[in-house]
T-cell receptor, first 115, second 115 residues
Framework: SQQGEEDPQALSIQEGENATMNCSYKTSINNLQWYRQNSGRGLVHLIL???NEREKHSGRLRVTLDTSKKSSSLLITASRAADTASYFC???????????????WGLGTSLAVNP | GAGVSQSPRYKVAKRGQDVALRCDPI?????LFWYQQALGQGPEFLTY????????KSGLPSDRFFAERPEGSVSTLKIQRTQQEDSAVYLC?????????????FGQGTRLTVV
């Protein structure tokens, strides 16, 4: 079962523009992570934001988390053709879930950055 | 390289055949996960190991699926009597610790096609 829903499902932008993707989830979380997937490098971890954090930056990436709305956003600034990929959010359950360590994934946003 | 290695990269199996998929995690990583990813979907959790202990197998879809990690390093996912609905990419991931706030590193996956 999928936990998250990303929107939009697909996004096409020009190089240099910013790309914003959103993720909503259903249950309590310990943290939320964003991953990128393309055929060349598989699934690559981008950034992790804990449930007590509201915003995090890493290079051209900016992630926000609103636990009251159970939503997160990923902003990629000054996009490049190499950013073309599918982007997934994934959540981990809180400590109260015992040995449950699994990542629960959304359906992903397919981003195309046109040169 | 020092990443997570999966083999084979591609496997075509006739319906009813048994298959075994191998995962070599990053050396020293305590946690190991198996996920199943259907075309156009996000990954779905199958099972989780901490060292050699299988702590969560709640995602295994049927008793035809079996995973092991006998020495706390290499893991094998076995699917018996494969069915067409088993066709998917099987992803293995490892992480250094057993905590929830550690990054997971993914292999390139094994693409299984059942014909």
């Amino acid at each position: 079962s999928q936990q998250g829903e990303e929107d939009p499902q697909a996004l096409s932008i020009q190089e240099g523009e910013n790309a914003t993707m959103n993720c909503s989830y259903k249950t309590s979380i310990n943290n939320l992570q964003w991953y990128r997937q393309n055929s060349g490098r598989g699934l690559v971890h981008l950034i992790l934001i804990r449930s007590n954090e509201r915003e995090k930056h890493s290079g051209r990436l900016r992630v926000t988390l609103d636990t009251s709305k159970k939503s997160s956003s990923l902003l990629i600034t000054a996009s490049r053709a190499a950013d073309t990929a599918s982007y997934f959010c994934a959540t981990t359950p809180p400590f109260s879930a015992g040995n449950n360590r699994k990542l629960i994934w959304g359906l992903g946003t397919s981003l195309a950055v046109n040169p | 390289g020092a990443g997570v290695s999966q083999s084979p990269r591609y496997k075509v199996a006739k319906r009813g055949q048994d298959v075994a998929l191998r995962c070599d995690p990053i050396s020293g990583h305590v946690s190991l996960f198996w996920y199943q990813q259907a075309l156009g979907q996000g990954p779905e959790f199958l099972t989780y190991f901490q060292n050699e202990a299988q702590l969560d197998k709640s995602g295994l879809p049927s008793d035809r699926f079996f995973a092991e990690r006998p020495e706390g390093s290499v893991s094998t996912l076995k699917i018996q009597r494969t069915q067409q609905e088993d066709s998917a990419v099987y992803l293995c991931a490892s992480s250094l610790g057993g905590g929830r706030n550690t990054e997971a590193f993914f292999g390139q996956g094994t693409r299984l096609t059942v014909v």
